[in-house]
């Protein structure tokens, strides 16, 4: 029987984060899926600034900038009358920002990545069965071959084998009934500087620019909630719909579509995952979480519960940690996850607006708040997911300024060398001590290479805090302080192992 590290079930945005981030510290990794090859079509259709930042810590991003939109923000309209803009505002102090930009694209820069790394992805293995023990997990394929390993990770949709071979409960409820979806390519005058919304009493229409493969600027993505159909409904169904539905909905009469890429017809669902570990089995990405496709937030959640594991995973299976640090996953990732639940299932109902006083204070509360400066930021923060914080679970801490837990944004320093780089550039595989130039720090590397292994590094900014910093692989700030003392007892809580091992 074939033997490896960890299995990882999937190869969508957070399996093959996950596996890029394990294969980068060093741990075997095997990647299947079901599927006969890579997505063509995309789920997804943007990657908020969070994403972003995990592949570049990651050295993923590629030409992904490139060949991506900027988003700009959504427009609604009652019919064709404009009545508010909610722009996105990112942070200026912030480097990271959003991309228009397909899931396909982003899975094919991943895949690359993994190859880079020294895997790839086995298509057409479709995983059927999943039986674990106290040493290890075994995964058996539907052409009857087996694989043993130490770990599993599901990260393979909604409709999780590996959730339900596990038997982890995943609750939930649906949001809205129906929604039609496609991507076409069409004859539309229309500025794709921004999104657009259409109110209309039988419901909402929505279309947002794409950039194609190829780079063409004439893709949209069409989405609309409907009522249930009476029949099952082909691409040339739903072509036809939206041929409709747009001078119903929207007021266009002048737009030809030539032909679709995509169709879909899908129920909304909020679901959450019980615990996102049951042995030694986990669970990322759709597996764990699914919610409202408004706002984009499926693709980013699953990613960062990727790069989260994948330092975590890596260091148990180096022998660095007590696989009780795998408990933190859950304890750091599902709060997240459900906050996106809330907002998204909230969002997503105020602006189907089902019923007459639903629609009242969508179009009279809701919409106009849209046109704030204010709201515009906090809504653009809250989806960048650049605020998340661990300060509350159980790696996180409690002081003035940057606790242990909150996210370190990225910044310019030099090396010990003297070379300039940026702290995201030295994370993944590594650890990083941010430290001020001149600052001693050869007994605080001594200890964290000690415990996390030689991947750990001295990055030096005059902009740093007095006390060096110990900057986890995810970007979140592990411990501050300047007693090798002090560093080596929190590493032995927070990796569970013994003062002397």
């Given at each position: ?11 969508g ?7 890029c ?9 095997r ?19 969070r ?9 993923a991003?590629?030409?992904l900038?490139?060949r ?5 923000g ?65 995964a ?19 409709h ?16 809205v ?7 076409v ?34 893709l ?33 009469t ?14 909304i669902?909020?679901?959450?995952a ?38 975590k ?99 310019e ?35 964290a ?48 192992t013994?003062?002397?091992?």
């Amino acid at each position: 029987m074939e033997r490896v590290d960890v299995l990882v079930v999937g190869a969508g945005p957070a399996g093959l984060v996950l596996a890029c981030g394990l294969a980068a510290q060093g741990a075997g990794v095997r990647v299947v899926d079901r599927a006969r090859g890579p997505a063509s079509t995309s789920r997804a259709n943007i990657l908020h600034a969070r994403g972003a930042e995990v592949l570049e810590r990651l050295a993923a991003v590629g030409d992904l900038r490139e060949r991506s939109l900027a988003p700009v923000g959504m427009r609604m309209h009652v019919r064709s009358r404009p009545i508010a803009t909610m722009r996105f505002a990112p942070d200026e102090r912030e480097s990271a920002r959003a991309l228009f930009v397909s899931q396909a694209r982003i899975e094919e820069r991943l895949r690359r990545r993994l190859g880079e790394l020294g895997g790839r992805v086995e298509w057409g293995r479709a995983v059927t069965g999943v039986t674990q023990d106290a040493g290890g997990v075994t995964a058996g394929f539907a052409d009857g071959a087996r694989v043993r390993a130490g770990w599993l990770a599901g990260c393979d949709g909604a409709h999780s084998t590996v959730r339900e071979a596990a038997g982890i409960d995943f609750p939930g409820a649906p949001v809205v009934e129906r929604f039609l979806l496609a991507d076409v390519h069409a004859d539309w005058d229309r500025d794709r500087t921004v999104s657009a919304g259409f109110f209309h009493r039988d419901g909402l229409l929505l279309a947002i620019p794409m950039r194609d493969a190829d780079g063409r600027d004439d893709l949209w993505r069409l989405m609309a909630d409907v009522p249930e159909p009476d029949r099952r409904l082909d691409a040339a169904d739903i072509v036809a719909r939206f041929e409709r539905l747009l001078p119903e909905r929207a007021g266009e009469t002048g737009v030809r579509i030539r032909d679709a890429v995509w169709t879909s017809v899908f129920r909304i669902h909020r679901r959450l995952a019980a615990d996102y570990r049951r042995g030694r089995v986990l669970l990322a990405g759709d597996a764990a979480h699914i919610h409202s496709p408004i706002g984009g937030q499926g693709m980013n959640t699953g990613i960062g519960d990727a790069e989260n594991l994948a330092w975590k995973l890596a260091l148990v299976v180096r022998g660095g940690a007590d696989p009780a640090l795998l408990d933190t996953y859950t304890a750091e990732r599902r709060p997240p996850a459900a906050e996106v639940l809330r907002t998204t299932t909230a969002n997503t109902r105020i602006l189907v607006g089902e019923g007459a006083a639903a629609r009242l204070v969508r179009d009279r509360i809701f919409v106009p708040l849209l046109n704030s400066p204010r709201v515009q930021r906090r809504a653009t923060r809250t989806a960048s997911q650049l605020g998340v914080s661990y300060r509350r679970g159980p790696l996180g801490g409690r002081g003035a300024g940057p606790r242990p837990g909150d996210r370190v944004p990225d910044r310019e320093g030099v090396r010990a060398d003297g070379s300039p780089s940026r702290l995201y550039a030295e994370l993944c595989p590594a650890w990083v001590l941010l430290a001020r130039p001149g600052a001693d720090v050869a007994a605080l590397l001594d200890v964290a290479r000690e415990r996390l292994g030689e991947d750990v590094t001295a990055l030096f900014d005059a902009g740093a805090a007095r006390s060096p910093w110990l900057v986890r692989p995810d970007g979140h700030l592990g411990w501050r302080g300047d007693d090798p003392a002090a560093l080596r007892r929190w590493l032995t809580g927070a990796l569970h192992t013994r003062m002397g091992a």
